[in-house]
């Protein structure tokens, strides 16, 4: 792909530098219910972008990524936020049981329909021509299907797959056990954790949050807003478990 970044991409979207090689990117411009967060993590041998934004815009192009070196793009679930620029990264990794939906990327799987019908979906038109009606996320089948407890490796770097469900059934985080990262994906972060989608089932989610409180980690870059640390996710996961269940 051309090094020219498209005039529209500039000012989408914003950054922030993380530190060990991690960037945190944004789209300002979008509601914030489907402002998720795209990591681009930084290896020896090989860069991996976490999660794909909404693909209004051109992604790859402002990632600043060098020519010739592998890149591995892993989408974190399936939603809509998450995988919409996909399709611009040849080698794509998600989990089994959300894999066949990258093959359609139907609105069943992606809920890019709610996208659609929000009034307001983004605070700026990301160029003239765009419609949210007209708005559909390309298909990106999978090169590498994950499971629970596979490496992901950079050369210098190896994130362990995380199966984390109840936000939607493929739900994944990634954990770099040597330093401490790890990357959360919608498993958790600030404010009301969403349940209540389509593919979302509260009983596997309370697992998650079980299972969250065994990790330790330094820090956790979740799929919306802030980085957290460990204090701030143990505090998040119990109040979600001291949370009557569902009957």
């Known amino acids: 792909m051309s090094s020219t970044v498209p005039g529209e991409a500039f000012d989408w ?3 922030e530098t993380l530190g060990q090689g991690i960037t945190r990117l944004w789209e300002p411009h979008v509601h914030p219910y489907f402002r998720s967060n795209i990591f681009h993590v930084r290896g020896r041998d090989v860069d991996l972008v976490i999660d794909a934004g909404m693909g209004l815009v051109p992604l790859r192009p402002v990632l600043g990524l060098q020519h010739g070196k592998p890149v591995v793009a892993v989408a974190t679930h399936i939603h809509v936020d998450h995988v919409g620029a996909l399709r611009e990264f040849e080698t794509r990794a998600g989990h089994r049981a959300e894999a066949a939906f990258f093959e359609d990327m139907a ?11 929000q009034p307001e979906a983004v605070g700026r038109a990301p160029n003239e021509a ?24 950079t050369g210098d770097r190896s994130f362990r797959v ?15 056990e040597r330093n401490g990262d790890f990357l959360a994906g919608d498993a958790i972060y600030r404010g009301r954790l969403v349940d209540d989608l389509p593919g979302s089932d509260m009983r596997l989610y309370r697992k998650t949050m079980e299972r969250l409180l065994q990790i330790d980690f330094n820090q956790a870059y979740c799929g919306h807003g802030e980085t957290i640390d460990l ?13 009557p269940s569902a009957s």
Do not use: C, M, N, V
């Open 13 to 15: 979207f914003s950054r």
């Open 107 to 117: 609105d069943e799987h992606t809920l890019a329909h709610l996208f659609r019908a």
């Open 130 to 153: 765009w419609s949210p009606q007209r708005f559909r996320i390309s298909p990106a089948p999978l090169a590498r299907i994950l499971d629970d407890g596979d490496l992901i490796e």
């Open 162 to 176: 995380i199966h984390l469900p109840g936000h939607s059934p493929g739900s994944i985080g990634l954990f770099d």
């Open 231 to 243: 204090s701030e996710l143990r505090s998040i996961a119990r109040a979600y478990l001291d949370k």
